[in-house]
Structures are given as C-alpha cells and as structure tokens.
C-alpha cells in the first residue's frame, strides 16, 4: 500500500511541537501599532497590562520566529495532542474528484475544538502574574468552554459574556462552562456599563462579540485581581495555535505529501492562523501554495470588509487595531455559526491578505450546512458549523479538480464537532435556514464611525 493511500496519521507525544511558530517574523509588511482608545495615540504595554499579563503582551509585540511552549503546557497538551490527520476518502469518492483532501481534526479535545490550543498558556501566563480571574466573551461557545476548563485547571475564576443569541440558541455549551464553574451571563447584560447602555437603546438586542468583548473588558480593566482573555484575533492567540499546522506539516510529510491548498473558516481569524501560518514561510519562499480563509456571506469581513483603524468592541473601550473591518458598531444577524460574526479580522490575517499572500471568499449558511452534511455522511464526523465554512471552499476546491483533472492535495482544518449544535442543523433539516449577505449600504453607514487616527 502506497503511503498515499493512508487514510489517518498519528504522531506520538514526542512529535508535539516545542515552539510556536511566530509569522510576524516573516512577513515582508508588519501590522500597523495598536492605538490606545482612550489617549488615540499607539498603546503603550502599561496600558495593555490593564487587562493583560506582561508575557502575552511581550508575545503579542515579538517578532522572533519561535517561541518556546512552557513545559506545563506541553504536558497538558498531551492529554489530545498530536490531533490526527485524516485523508477524507469517502468525501473524495462522494464528489468524484481527483484530489486528494485532507483534514486536521482538532475535536478531540474535551471542549470538542481548537479553542484550548490558546486557553490552556493564556490560562497559564495569568496565573503566574497572580491573576484572580478572567472574563471573556464567547459566541457560539468553544471559546468559552475551552476558557472555562483552562480557569479550572488553574485554580482562576471565568466569568464569561456569551451572545445573547447564542446564548438561547446553545444552552448545553451555557451548561458545558458552568459545569467547570464558570459564570456564564447573556450579553448584553445590565452588569455593565456597556451592556445597560446598550439595552437601554435597543431592550430587545440579540447581541454582538463586539458588545460582549466590551463588558468582559469593562470588568477586567475596573478590577486589579481580573484580566481579559481573548480567543481570536490578537497576534498571540493565532501564535498559540500555529501548533495545528506545525502538527499537520509533519504528518503530510509521514505521507510524503505537501498541500497544494489549505482551508480554514475565518471569523476572528485564530483558526486560519492555526493551519495556515505555517506555510507562509514556504509561500513567501516561492512555494506554489494557496492559503483560502473562509468566511460567512452574513459577516464578510475580509470581502466586503474596509482595511483601516477600528476599535475591537461595541463601547470604545479595549486597543484600536487596523484590519479589515464591517465597523465595530456591526451587529450580525443570528447565523449558526457564532463563532464566525465577529466585526473584524485579525491584524496579521488582515495584513497577509491585503498583500495577497491569502485568499479570502464568502459562502452563503444553507451552501455550508450542505457541505457539512456530506462530510458528516461520508467522514463520519458532524462538523461545528464554523468548521463546516472550511468543508465548503474544500469542496468547492475538489470540484475545481474535478473539471480541470488535477489531483491537487488540499488540507483543512476541522476545527471542531458539531455536537452541541444540533439544533442548527435541525433548523437547516426542517429548512428553516435562510441565506444572508451583508449589504453594500450597512457596510458604507458603519464605516462613518470609524475612529480617526493620525499617524
């Protein structure tokens, strides 16, 4: 049997990378500073120790190329790393192509995604400064569980600011945070600042990551025992899980295979990150590879989005950051894949893609819970419905093969199970589901509350 024809790649706990990869270290066109929302001048690192350790801080700056993982860390990661590396052969025979399609499957965790990639050293690094506490947001909830589980492992409170559509659309992630003793709060709320000036303009609001980063960094910033964790789009949570591409570069070498295409979903961008970073490099180096992020038609950020300054949340109040942007006013509609509507993309994925070093595209809810179907049917596994993004531009990938008759390898990452989601795809199964696309005419009122820095 030829290696190709391997259907799952294991490696040993040996195998587990001992550094991260840091792509600012090779990237021809930096990101642009942080500015500070409260002076408009670039943050300084005390002003950023208002809500996070010096150690995520210095990481979040670094532009060295690796970054050792702390050995505590790496021996929690043992507990479901290496991830495998499936070949997806029964999707293959279902849509008849040529490719060849690969998957790194990070669901085997006990929050069922990558999201602990990040949770487990931010967990970490806090507790070490002598941190109390965490806040954060969550939207469909991976965040949130994995933020949940990583406080408890160390000994810290996690008080989490879920979505409030979210938080009614997914009670058994509310019920997964509070079993490891998290306080879980629908946002907007009326403990904050935020969430009361909010509800006070709008009572029936459904929410926004935007609204929710707002309370969490509200409670962090006005507490000296409390610090704010994120689970996307800053430098070091995409560092945090380039530790999935790592991973799945050395299994496709065990095969003696390279990709030709890599796929993630996109919302934040910590998930492209983790399976794409890692070939950066090698495109950068002239390699012939295409790196596609994957985002939803009703929060196109990267397609329809604007490059430019913008804060990170609804209130003003956590780091103004350039990147491509729906303005941070962007209240998406209740799509299921939660995880996927933030307003903003990651400074380093925003940067690589307006150089043209990635790729971007937009797909409609109904086209991706199809996607997620056929792989569920022919994989065996039920997607997350963000990871579901990255089954549908793998799809749309293959079937490119299919009509030209090359036999192209593409990876993607299935960042999650689809478990505690079921009602989505019960919706989708009784087509209760409908497409949503971001207007031209919403995206061009919000970019008129853009801040205005001067540099």
Known sequence: MSKKDVRKVFLSEEDIPKRWYNVLADMPNKPEPYFSSRTNEVATPDE????????????ETSEERW???PDEVREMYKQWRPSPLYRAVGLEKLLDTPARIYYKYEGVNATGSHKLNTAIPQAYYNKKAGIKKLTTETGAGQWGSALSLACNHFGLECEVYMVKVSYGQKPYRRSFMKAFGANVIPSPSNLTE???SILEKDPDSTGSLGIAISEAVEVAATNDDTNYALGSVLNHVCLHQTIIGLEAKKQLEVLDEYPDIVVACCGGGS???????????????GTNIRLIAVEPTACPTLTKGVFAYDYGDTAKVGPIAKMYTLGHDFVPAGIHAGGLRYHGASPIVSQLYHDGIIEA?????REVFDAALKFAKTEGIIPAPESAHAIRGAIIEALKCKESGESKVILFNLSGHGYFDMAAYDNYLNEKLVDIEYSDDLIKESMKNLPDIKK
């Open 48 to 59: 950023l120790q208002a809500i996070f350790p010096m150690e995520l801080i210095k990481q």
């Open 271 to 285: 998930n492209f990150a983790g399976i794409g970073f890692p070939f950066v490099k090698d495109k950068l180096d």
């Open 67 to 69: 970054i050792d993982i």
């Open 361 to 365: 595209q937009a797909v409609p809810q």
């Open 194 to 196: 935020c969430g009361r």
